[in-house]
């Protein structure tokens, strides 16, 4: 089975997206980071730069939404940000932030379940 970072490299493929993975909301001293940043390379596409979050535990999750603080510090620098779970049971479509997108792995395919304003 393809790994989820796999599967979001699919969904953000190259050359059109630059894909990182683990990255810091500063140099030198990170106190907060990403899972993933993908980042449109093409203007007539809108240079867009998507931050996500991957969650493989509701506990993970819930300890999320209680900091906000958390995705704050990278999210200002992205245009759209996500959350990916693999299961149902992790994240609840009611709790996503409204500013958040929820993309959901089934199998080796990734479905959008709310767009990120």
């Not at 449109?40 to 300890?63: C, F, M, T, V």
């Not at 992205?78 to 779970?85: E, F, G, H, K, L």
């Amino acid at each position: 089975m393809k790994s989820i970072y796999s599967i979001l490299r699919g969904r953000f493929p190259s050359p059109e997206y630059a894909f990182f993975t683990e990255v810091g909301d500063s140099t030198g001293s990170v106190a907060h980071r990403a899972d993933a940043v993908a980042m449109n390379l093409y203007p007539s596409r809108g240079l867009e730069i998507h931050g996500i979050e991957i969650k493989a535990y509701r506990s993970d999750w819930q300890k999320e939404l209680k900091n906000p603080d958390k995705a704050e510090k990278i999210l200002g620098y992205c245009d759209r940000w996500w959350v990916v779970a693999e299961s149902e049971n992790v994240v609840k479509v009611e709790e996503v932030p409204s500013t958040w997108g929820f993309l959901q792995v089934k199998g080796e395919k990734l479905y959008t379940i709310k767009q990120a304003p």
